[in-house]
């Protein structure tokens, strides 16, 4: 039998669908040129770094991006930028993550994430009406948290605020080095490539 107790997600290529290109594309129609130098799958840099570590705020980040653009840009464009990261959200996967509570598993988010990513996660999720906190007992985000993902802060927050030992925990990342970090504080971990089915894998773990 499995001592897991405590299962984290990562949310984006996991519990999410990530879309990179459609991101690339929506920041350079908002007139980012380098769009791709300033964008990255796992970590970002930057002031978008900085915004994803709660260093600078939202409205921060938005005249930030201005200057760099060289215009003026609204709240409204930046949701809309950021917004391109996400592809779809499987159904299956948020089922999953219900079955897992259900079963009395502590079920959590922890994720390298911003306000405008949020922002839409907070109100219509699923399609159905159900904001992401409905999915989750706890979630633990970067820019609240003031840490990223490798960082192994982030980590130990997430463990104290689950009450779970690391062996008790399984964490769930399509990063590489997300994964490495869990392992080496003595999390169990599960790296799924990039929106690739985790529900089998995750299932053989807990059996």
Known sequence: MSNIKNIAFDLGGVVLALSYEQAVARFEEIGLRNARQ????????????DLEAGRISAETFRTELSRLIGRELSMDECYYAWHGYVDHVPPQNLEALLNLRSRGYKVCLLSNTNPFMMQWAGRDFDGQGHPISYFFDAMYLSYQCGVMKPHREIFEMMLRGQQSLPQETLFVDDGERNVQAAAALGMLTLCPHDNEDWIQPLEQFLK
């Open 38 to 49: 300033h964008l990255d799958a796992f970590e970002q840099k930057g002031i978008f770094g």
